[in-house]
């Protein structure tokens, strides 16, 4: 069984900072691909960045030059680092795993290849001014 569980998030100002951490189980981390997403008020999910199990990595536009992922493979965490938020960066952001290889703007979709994934239980985000 994969768990999955996020931490850090919380309130910054528009163009502070905040750091999300991912941890995974340590036997799955290594081998799947595991991913950051957010979902809006009554909007499905979106990704923000996917991490391949070879270590490729895919932004979502929204994010490039504003957002990194450092991955620990001895702590098994997928750390999202958020500079210059923005107001459309508030949302409740996910971790997810899953078996698999990951790199490429397709696997941002949350649907398809996450369909099976195991998803922590979500952070909120929220940015003002």
């Known amino acids: 069984q994969v768990n999955v569980s996020e931490s850090g998030g919380g309130s910054a100002q528009v163009g502070g900072s905040l750091r999300l951490s991912c941890v995974v189980s340590k036997d799955a981390f290594r081998r799947f691909c595991v991913g950051w997403f957010r979902e809006y008020p009554g909007q499905q999910r979106t990704g923000v960045v996917v991490v391949d199990s070879a270590g490729g990595t895919t932004y979502a536009d929204s994010v490039k030059g504003r957002f990194s992922v450092s991955k620990d493979d001895a702590k098994s965490t997928l750390d999202l680092q958020m500079n210059n938020l923005e107001f459309d960066d508030t949302a409740m952001y996910y971790c997810?795993?899953?078996?698999?290889?990951?790199?490429?703007?397709?696997?941002?979709?949350?649907?398809?290849?996450?369909?099976?994934?195991?998803w922590g239980t979500g952070t909120q985000v929220t940015v003002s001014s």
């Open positions: 997810a795993a899953v078996r698999g290889r990951c790199f490429g703007p397709y696997f941002l979709q949350a649907g398809n290849f996450w369909h099976d994934a195991t």
